[in-house]
């Protein structure tokens, strides 16, 4: 299976890719959105739930998602397509680490994405050359809420604790205007759901060439986190503005 059809699958009853809740994705758009007529920038975009959502609730925010997978993207235009916001969304087929737009942004957003750019501050640096001045980023990023194994270091990369990660990204000249902590019970459903929405599938199409393949990967994917990273990774995300505009 591609990964573009495990993350499909996978995220069939969390369609937000990331341990959140739909009120604290509401809630953090909202501290992020400051202005009505915002033009919204999301590097990483995958299906364009974050989008939608902003687009949905402000009707004269215009938006721009970038992303590398062309099944996402198309999912992105089929979601916006039914919530009546195609008009205002535009998608790009490219690499977001090195995307370039003729507009500057209000919003520049990218939760769980880090990884395309190659961690948390080069996250930032992009965002940085998209932003308008008194604009805002949001970001979201995996902490470590306790002392991880090697096993889980390897796993899951470089991170850092809450503080250590504010720390570095004020050092790097933003500064938190707000910010959200994952609970346990956003992790866990969020585990939950990738794991069994992928596992359902599979059985409930054992005929599928693809069922072995996916419901090994599910549990894998369950092993990996119940045993190695569940009592040591956390999620933050954070909403900053540029400490000298």
Known sequence: MNRDLI???????????????DDSVHRLLQRSLHRGDARVLDLGCGTGEWLGRALSTHPDVRADGVDLSEGALARAGERAGELGVRD???LHHEDAAVF?????????LSVGATHAFGGLLPTLAAARTHLAPGGRVLVGDGIWEGEPSQEAIKMLGD????STTVDRVVADGWTPVYGHVSTRQ???D???CWTGSLAS???DHPDSPDAEEALKTAAVHREEWLRVYRDVFG???LVLRRTAD
Do not use: G, Q
């Not at 499909?8 to 341990?19: L, N, Q, S, T, W």
């Not at 370039?100 to 520049?108: C, E, G, K, N, P």
């Open 7 to 21: 993350s499909r699958r996978a995220h069939a009853d969390h369609p937000i890719a990331a341990p959140l809740s």
């Open 88 to 90: 205002r969304l535009t």
């Open 100 to 108: 370039r737009s003729a507009h500057s942004y209000d919003l520049v």
């Open 159 to 162: 991170l850092a604790d809450l």
């Open 186 to 188: 956003e992790l866990d």
């Open 190 to 192: 969020y585990e939950w």
């Open 201 to 203: 599938w599979a059985l």
């Open 235 to 237: 999620f933050a995300c």
